[in-house]
């Protein structure tokens, strides 16, 4: 698709940092013009809900222009921005269940008749603004009735009608939608393209991208990598720009023994809306690697097998135990399995305690608090990590806070070798710290699967060379699904890449 008119909504340059350290945006670019879809791509981190902050008025950039119709803007806040004619919907329906539709619907603008608030008319209003879109609903029903496509559309309608809306952003709105339901949305969409609106998608399904979008706009590392026709650019190119050139690097050693036993077998485990049945199984001294694109369901598997999300079909099956599913992590835990979250800060690491007490943690709440480590016992299993791993801290009292990125991890990663589990998932172990530091952790997760009987490790990365380098065997998965399992040296860092785009006879060619 072309265009001949101006670009209705133009950023230019566009600078956001957070401290002296932490530059989310640097010089970064978009176009968006009346009357098309554009899909907003990139990897965690890249900058995308930076730049919907700076647009939306939620923050000031710090430099670089912005236009809409030709006239500068500068939106100080999500108000301002949806005066003059930019709404949002974002991933998480932020409407409230227990009021009727119509209620969320007209919130903040209820029509009034003699100065109260009129429910015949919020009412009228509500069914108009829905009708608009398609949709045909009782909204004097609470929205909590509806399931959660309904609602994304009730959110839509109401940013449609929080002004004269020519510029529509929606941030991931299809994560937790079925495929019925992103279809239903797709066609609003299409009516609202062709109505002149223009809207900003921001999604991370390659096939939904191609399915809606006009133009894309890639970033990666908080900078515009460019701006592409999406019937001129190849899902495989698409991966490439938003992941970055992979670096071919020395393949980790062969293994010299076959792997053991199987610790845990996934069949047809699943989660709706999070993950498509999935079969997998994970052997003791053996590295499973998980790869894909953000959004692709691999936090998601990491979670169900460690139980800190529950499945809703598919069982797992482990050593002389029945078929079962996890109710809880404590479950997965006193089954033999270990789990490194890729959220550090929030799910792992306790800041304020200190490294002996971080190690420390999950073996203690496996063993209770009728069987706590003495003093002596306690340092010296803290001692003995440290060393084993090389955790730089001054001793073992200094606060997990002060580590760098890199020994925190690495603490974290004690905190479950201290356990002795069967099954290690380590879910981006090597994101936010440094080349030396990485290098180490992949050494060390190599090492462990192949000592005495070895561990199984499941170890899921964005980074594709390294998961071409820890893995014995690497099972790539597209949009919460499996796209195939492949044997150590059946793909190339291009092969991987093209299956994770959809393109598999590029990766067999």
Known sequence: MQFEAPPLLELVGIEKSFGPSVKALQGVSLRLYAGEVH???????????????????????????????????????????????ISTVYQEVNLCPNLSVAENLCAGRYPRRFGLISPRLMRAEAEQALAALGVQIDVRAPLSRYPLALQQMVAIARALRASETRVLILDEPTSSLDEAAVQQLFAVLRRLRAQGVAILFVTHFLEQTYAIADRITVLRNGQTEGEYLAAELSRTALVNKMVGAVQSGERAAAREAAPGAAVLRAEGIARRGSLQPLDLELRRGEVLGLAGLLGSGRTETARLLFGADTADAGALHTPDAAPRRWRSPREAIAAGLAFCSEDRKHEGAILALSVRDNILLALQARHGLRRVKSGPQAQALADHYIRQLGIKTASADVPIGQLSGGNQQKALLARWLATKPALLILDEPTRGIDVRAKEEIMDEVLALSREGDGMAVLFISAELAEVLHCSDRVLVLRDRRAAGEYARGELDEEGLLAVIAGEEEKAAA
């Open 39 to 85: 899909a907003l791509m990139g990897q965690n981190g890249a900058g995308k809900s930076t730049l919907i902050k700076v647009l939306t008025g939620l923050y000031a950039p710090d430099a670089g222009t912005m236009t809409l119709a030709g006239q500068p803007i500068a939106p100080r806040s999500t108000e301002q921005a949806q005066v003059l004619g």
